[in-house]
């Protein structure tokens, strides 16, 4: 292995200068060594000049350096700490943290007096500009029903697919009005993930993230230029981009009796194909209770973001919403308990949740804030802060009640925000105990989301205390989904210098482009699902580092709309940090 070439330079020379740092041999050999990308691990989208700035090495050495790769010579160095094992990934890594070292430009880690040094990186104010651009227009590159033009999509132009103009109505969404056959008209909205169907939970998540984005970063989302067809409108490209997901999303309640369809979709999985080759029929399948209570909750919270907004097509929208979700909640009244079970001949993704608790609490949280009417007393009893995720509702609502500047709300918001901030303490807690600096000590599908949603949730905390002490562990987070993490990889699709290639996303499969479809946060590792790939394709064994770069691996390595959410809020959040 490399790192047993390491040579020790022992005190002396930790604030190294051109002087210190040996021969004009080792000074070209460092710039021209390959990227040590197993021993290094760094965030390779670059760091803020002012954040703490933390890479990991797995390796030993007594001394990091920093060189500028414009001229090979070291500009910092210091010792790195202790080693520390961790059981998730099987491995020992020390942290090599160069705060102090903040002018801009293009630098290697290196180990001292070796040639072992990571890939380049950025240090600057704008190193999370383009990538968070990147993530949110990662939406308009899914988007169904229209073509992805060359001028707004590059090499990833496509032909519309997915009209949805003539969908079915599945036997078990059959209704008096709507008997099974019926064709209704579902167009728009974005592919839910690398697979082509539209499934409402997973999208109300989603609608309720970057809506929340939205609201608490309105002036930095007003300041992206997407180059998306609707720029230049006079609505933010963010919220363009948004209302494509949420006008289809309003065409999935029946209007007859305001019950909202599960999802729209084929009956099957498709092929690797694309868009516009995938011709199966599209259904949508039986109303749910839970599809209807998040679209009750995310209709009244796009009426109260967009209710009082300059633009008069956001007002109309904003009227409709709010009628929408008067009617889906009087449906879900009505029918509590319909949980949604997957027909015999449907095997599309089930988003299945039998808990919906979380569920009623978010619709009614949120329909509470629209309206400006309390809900009663011991509204919150029962209730607490999880990591968000789409079958995990409950902390939406905390959050919306927790920021509302509605006086008669004071009491709920102090409650609500204190049990988000006690729980993103506990997080601050356990990213304090784990090596890599992370919260999650639980790996499940999509756990590149769960480390998003953590900051997010920090992020929060963060704005509801004015303390900067979630800084670091946020910046951690980010780091860990660019880079340092056990697996060497950046999991945003077209970033990095180890960045996946291979995602299980059709239109990448398909579409006969190397590069995959940018801005793409990939599911990352988990053991759930081992035998997703045949063999010879194998993954580690530990939570932390099972993940595995090829198409198959859809259990690490899809792509999905609920997964970028919080990374685009984590990067805008980032992003917006800059001078
Ligand atoms: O492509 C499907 C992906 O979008 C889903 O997340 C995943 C789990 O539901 O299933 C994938 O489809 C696979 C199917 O489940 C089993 N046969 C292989 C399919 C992938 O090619
Ligand atoms: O993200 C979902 C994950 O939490 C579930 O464990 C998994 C299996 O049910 O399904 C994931 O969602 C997939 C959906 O079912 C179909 N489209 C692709 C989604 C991402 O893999």
């Known amino acids: 292995m490399r790192f047993n070439r390491v040579i020790l330079v022992l005190g002396a020379s930790v604030i190294l200068t051109s002087a210190g740092c040996g021969s004009k041999t080792l000074i070209k050999a460092r710039l021209n060594a390959p990227a040590a990308t197993e021993i290094i691990l760094v965030n390779q989208a670059g760091y803020l000049p002012d954040a703490e700035k933390v890479a990991l090495l797995r390796a030993d050495a007594e001394i990091f350096e920093l060189i500028d790769v414009s001229t090979g010579l070291n500009v910092y160095g210091a010792e790195p700490g202790e080693p520390v094992y961790w059981e998730l990934s099987g491995d020992t890594v020390r942290t090599a943290d160069f705060s102090g070292f903040k002018t801009p430009g293009t630098y290697r880690l290196c180990l001292t007096g070796t040639e072992v040094c990571s890939a380049p990186f950025r240090i600057g104010d704008d190193v999370y500009s383009e990538i968070t651009r990147a993530a949110i227009r990662s939406y308009y590159l899914n988007r169904s029903g229209i073509e992805i033009t060359e001028e707004h999509g590059g090499k990833w132009a496509r032909p519309a697919g997915h009209p949805d103009t003539n969908v079915i109505i599945h036997s078990s969404a059959a209704s008096a009005g709507r008997p099974a056959g019926t064709v209704i ?72 009796d305001g019950g909202v369809y599960h999802k729209l979709t084929n009956l099957q999985f498709c092929g690797f194909v694309m868009p516009h080759e995938a011709t199966d ?143 993103a303490d506990e997080l601050l807690n356990k990213a304090g105990q784990c090596p890599y600096r992370i919260s999650l000590d639980h790996f499940a599908w999509g756990s590149t989301s769960d480390v998003a949603n953590h900051a997010m949730m920090k992020l929060i905390a963060m704005r509801l205390t004015g303390s900067d002490r979630y800084l670091p562990s946020i910046q951690a987070d980010l780091n860990w989904l660019l880079g340092t993490n056990p697996t060497g990889y950046c999991f945003v699709t077209g970033f990095g210098t180890l ?31 081992m035998n997703d790939c045949q063999p010879p394709v194998s993954r580690s064994t530990f939570p932390a580092k099972s993940y595995t770069d090829v198409e198959c691996s859809y259990s690490t390595n899809e792509i999905a709309i609920n997964w970028n959410a919080p990374l685009v809020f984590l990067l805008g959040a980032a992003d917006n940090l800059k001078p």
């Open 185 to 256: 008209s579902s167009p728009g909205g974005w592919y839910d993930a690398g697979d082509y169907n539209k499934y409402i939970v997973n999208s109300s998540i989603t609608n309720y993230t970057l809506l929340l984005f939205y609201q608490m970063f309105p002036e930095y989302c007003s300041s992206l230029d997407l180059n998306i067809p609707e720029s230049g409108n006079d609505i933010p490209d963010l919220v363009d981009e948004l209302l494509w997901n949420l006008k289809w999303y309003l065409t999935m309640q029946d209007p007859a």
């Open 281 to 423: 029929k599209r259904y949508v399948v039986m109303k749910s209770t839970a599809a209807t209570l998040d679209f009750a909750a995310v209709t009244a919270m796009a009426y109260r973001v967009f209710a009082n907004d300059p633009s008069s097509e956001l007002r109309a929208l904003a009227t409709t919403c709010l009628e929408t979700s008067d009617k889906a909640m009087k449906w879900a009244e009505a029918h509590p308990e319909i949980i949604y079970r997957q027909p015999a001949d449907v095997g599309t993704g089930a988003y299945g949740d039998d808990h919906l608790a979380d569920e009623l609490f978010w619709a009614k949280a949120e329909r509470a804030l629209a309206k400006g009417t309390l809900p009663a007393n011991g509204f919150l009893d029962g209730v607490s802060a999880v990591t968000p995720s789409w079958n995990q509702s409950a902390t939406l609502g905390l959050i919306s009640l927790a920021l509302s500047s509605d006086e008669a709300f004071a009491s709920l918001r102090e409650s609500a925000g204190s049990m988000l901030v006690s729980y």
């Open 499 to 529: 960045s996946p290639m291979n995602i299980h996303h059709r239109p990448s499969g398909a579409d006969g482009v190397p590069e995959p479809v940018p801005g793409f946060l990939v599911g990352g590792p988990n053991t759930v699902v």
